[in-house]
């Protein structure tokens, strides 16, 4: 079946995204000094803070991925939800002078999206739509990860 291909071409490619991303800050190229974007320095509590709800990122798009092969709408819905906005609800108070505003205009479209797609995920059943939703979705991970890097301090 074409979806599930797409759908687990897509998982595939999102697994060993990360290790293309973030190569240039580890393993290879151990120096960032080539990366062009914009720095952002956190401390350590705010830097796990925010990796944490990036890890939560990589989980609810694993489960829309695998809801979206078994035609399976309760668990696209479900995944989808877990990275909404109330995801970004705990986080540290701090963090919103350090962070500039394209950062959390993106992290809560990103947040948005999520919701959207539960939304529509929950209303249509549509899986060509999910899988599409989702699609422009990762365009958002994409984009940030190429302007932005956190540093300790
Ligand atoms: C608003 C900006 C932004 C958005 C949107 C964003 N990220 Fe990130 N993400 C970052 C930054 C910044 C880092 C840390 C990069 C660095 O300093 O190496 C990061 C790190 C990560 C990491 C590494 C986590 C760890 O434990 O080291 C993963 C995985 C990740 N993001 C996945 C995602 C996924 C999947 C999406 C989309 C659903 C996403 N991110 C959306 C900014 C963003």
Redo the contacts with the bound molecule.
Sequence with gaps: MQLKTISIALYTL?IF??SV??S??SGLNTN?EDFKGT??YLTAVE?EA??????G??E??AGIVKGIADENMEMVTANARK?GKKAGAHMPHTLHKK?PA??????S??HRR?DELALDAEQLGDVGHALSQLGA??D??????S?????VR
């Design positions: 999102l995204s990360p991303v973030f240039q800050d960032s720095a952002i830097r925010v990796l944490s709800e990036m890890r990122f990589v609810s798009t990275s962070l394209s950062f959390k205009k993106l992290g479209d990103t999520f979705l990762l958002n991970c994409v984009s940030c990860h302007l932005f890097r956190i540093k």
